[in-house]
């Protein structure tokens, strides 16, 4: 055998040798993933879902695994507390809105420990978990939080730098009267989604100041959360609503469960946030976002046509406690007929 046999053999042999440590059926991870949102603002005290955050293009195999990493101050200070699991609420079977029971309702969910910034694994969402308290973390207007998400799949891994995370103070409920800032407020209270066709039993005039109040009381240990609904005069003293709302459909007025009638209130059993998730259901608004509460009563006119009084309000509630939602008629009592 010459040498360039030799030589021949040795290229052949050392070809071979290499051939067998490259990985086969690596997928391709490129360069079109594109992230659709590169600020995230959630209000604290509430679980707040970000859906499609990224975009895939067709030169990217998937599955892909996606996670948050490095997560840190604006001045750069260590912040993975955010990482940290706390115990939530997480569903397990499909809310329909359609359900029965207080404990059909709790049958559905289950207490996890999930992370405050949590990013899915198996698609990017990310979920920004009602553990988080202004208690520790910062809100705005202070400079807020950066972190990176890392995207992998067998064919390596890449990342999005510097997604800016910027919390906001806890809002209780929904329409707010307090101020981002300072979590304070000019007023204690807020106003109506809707008054119609209400007016003054003595001056016929139409009414439209009223003011709505949302009052929690703490959760009892071992009893169920409550929601009560009520009506002031404009003395202050308590309408009997069953009789003076009396073509309310009290069954459906939220999606609670055995309705009562105490001292001129109704109050349901609930299950909070309020609405529970954001879906549209025969309870909310068209949006899914706000529980739908409408009051209402027929009257006559002069001429004898009927009327429909109504007094809406559409509204969230993040906080579980037992509520009340107070409607007081400031300037005159209504024309109930």
């Known amino acids: 055998m010459n040498n ?10 050392i070809m071979s040798s290499c051939k067998s440590f490259i990985p086969e059926n690596l997928d391709a991870l490129g360069n079109d993933i594109m992230l659709n949102k590169e600020s995230f603002d959630p209000y604290l005290g509430r679980t707040t879902q970000y859906n499609d955050v990224f975009n895939i293009g067709r030169t990217t195999t998937l599955p892909l695994k996606f996670k948050a990493i490095n997560v840190r101050t604006a001045d750069g200070e260590d912040a993975s507390f955010l990482l940290e699991k706390y115990p939530v609420k997480a569903w397990t ?12 309702i709790e049958a559905k969910r289950k207490i996890e420990f999930r992370p405050i910034l949590e990013v899915r ?20 207007p202070l400079r807020g939080y950066l972190f990176d998400i890392e995207y992998s799949n067998t064919g ?10 910027k919390p906001r103070r806890e809002r209780p409920f929904e329409p707010s009267n307090l101020n981002d800032e300072s979590g304070t407020t000019n ?28 009052l929690k009381n703490p959760v009892i240990a071992g009893k169920k959360t409550t929601l009560t609904v009520s009506v002031l005069d404009s003395m202050g003293n308590v309408l009997d609503i069953k ?11 939220v999606h609670g469960f055995s309705p009562r009638f105490e001292g001129g209130k109704v109050i349901y059993d609930v299950l909070y946030p309020i609405p529970l998730i954001v879906k549209p259901t025969a309870y909310t608004n068209s949006q899914g976002d706000r529980s739908k509460l409408e009051l209402k009563f027929n009257r006559m006119s002069f ?11 559409d509204f969230a509630i993040y906080e579980e406690g037992n509520w009340e939602i107070q409607f007081w008629i400031k300037d005159e009592t209504p024309n109930f007929g």
């Not at 009789?243 to 007025?253: A, I, M, V």
């Open 4 to 13: 360039l046999t030799k030589v021949a053999l040795l290229l052949v042999t």
């Open 93 to 104: 079977q499909m809310y329909s809105g359609l359900e029965t029971t207080y404990e059909e």
């Open 121 to 140: 694994e198996n698609n990017g969402n990310i979920t920004f978990w009602n553990s988080g308290s202004s208690d520790f973390i910062d809100v705005y």
């Open 156 to 165: 390596g891994r890449k990342y999005f730098n510097n997604v800016r995370l």
């Open 187 to 214: 007023q204690p209270f807020i106003k109506p989604t809707l008054i119609q066709n209400l007016e003054g039993v003595n001056t016929g005039k139409a009414i439209t100041n009223i003011q709505v109040y949302l």
């Open 243 to 253: 009789q003076k709302f009396k073509d309310t459909n009290f069954e459906k007025l």
């Open 303 to 313: 001429s004898g046509e009927l009327i429909e009084a109504l007094l809406k309000l």
